[in-house]
C-alpha cells in the first residue's frame, strides 16, 4: 500500500540552526515526491516538488529511491519558516495525493 | 481571481443527518479533489471529479459523495453524519493537462463538527 510517514510531529530549532524535516514513503511505482506548506492561518499550499530540483525559500529537498526518502533541509533556518509541513506522494495515473501525517515546524528566536 | 473558495467556512451538525459543502474551483482550472483533513492528521483523499465525472475515489464510505457542475463547481455530500466526520474538508482545484502531476491549488477548507 501506498504510504507517507513523517516520524516527527513537532521539530522545534533554533534561528540559524540547520533543519531536516523527515519523510519517507511506500510504493512500488515510481514515485513523484512533493512537500506541501501551511502557514499560519495559510491555506496549504506547494512548497516544492522533487522532479524540479529546485530550492524555494532556501528548502531542498534529494530524492533517494534506495532509501525510500524525501527530506526537506535548510541550512540556516528563519523566523518565517516556522508552519507545518506535509510530505506527499502522487499517485500516477491520477491526481491524488497521499500526505503524511504533518510536521509542525517552530523556529525560536 | 480569489483561487479555490470554500462554503461554508463552519458547520456544525447532529449525527444522523446530511451536510452539503461546496467549492469553486480556481479560474481556468476543470479538475476538483475533495479530501478530509481530521485533528493532527494530514489530509486523506476522498474524491476527485473531472468532466461532471467521479475519476478516482479513496478509501470512504457511500455515505460520502459528490457531483460537478458545468462550470466545474463541485459539491461533497456526507449522509448519516458520524461523530468521526468531523473534520477540515479541503477542496483543491487544478488542471487535467497532458503532464504527469498537475499542481493542485487548495481551498480554505470547511470545518465540519458532528456532535
Known amino acids: 500500500a501506498q504510504r507517507v510517514t513523517q516520524p516527527e510531529k513537532l521539530l522545534s530549532v533554533f534561528k540559524g540552526a540547520p533543519v531536516e524535516l523527515k519523510c519517507n514513503y511506500s510504493?512500488?511505482?515510481?514515485?513523484?515526491l512533493f512537500w506541501y506548506v501551511q502557514y499560519s492561518r495559510q491555506r496549504l499550499q506547494l512548497l516544492l516538488r522533487?522532479?524540479s530540483r529546485e530550492s524555494i525559500k532556501g528548502f531542498t529537498a534529494d530524492l533517494n529511491k534506495g532509501e525510500t526518502s524525501f527530506h526537506l533541509k535548510k541550512p540556516f533556518a528563519q523566523e518565517e519558516d516556522s508552519a507545518m509541513y506535509y510530505c506527499?506522494?502522487?499517485?500516477?495515473?491520477?491526481?491524488?495525493?497521499?500526505f503524511g501525517q504533518g510536521t509542525r515546524l517552530t523556529i525560536n528566536p | 481571481d480569489a483561487g479555490v473558495t470554500q462554503s461554508p467556512t463552519h458547520l456544525i451538525k447532529t449525527r444522523g443527518q446530511q451536510v452539503t459543502l461546496r467549492c469553486s474551483p480556481k479560474?481556468?482550472?476543470?479538475?476538483v479533489s475533495w479530501y478530509q483533513q481530521a485533528l493532527g492528521q494530514g489530509p486523506q483523499f476522498i474524491f476527485q471529479?473531472?468532466?461532471?465525472?467521479?475519476?478516482q475515489r479513496g478509501n470512504f464510505p457511500d455515505r460520502f459523495s459528490g457531483h460537478q457542475f458545468p462550470n466545474y463547481s463541485s459539491e461533497l455530500n456526507v449522509n448519516a453524519l458520524l461523530l468521526g466526520d468531523s473534520a477540515l474538508y479541503l477542496c483543491?482545484?487544478?488542471?487535467?493537462?497532458?503532464?504527469?502531476?498537475?499542481?493542485?491549488?487548495f481551498g480554505p477548507g470547511t470545518r465540519l463538527t458532528v456532535l
Open positions: 483543491a482545484s487544478s488542471i487535467t493537462g497532458t503532464g504527469t502531476y498537475n499542481e493542485q491549488f
Open positions: 479560474s481556468g482550472h476543470d479538475t
Open positions: 471529479y473531472y468532466e461532471e465525472e467521479e475519476r
Open positions: 506527499a506522494l502522487h499517485l500516477g495515473g491520477a491526481q491524488k495525493l497521499v
Open positions: 522533487h522532479i
Open positions: 510504493y512500488s511505482g515510481s514515485p513523484e
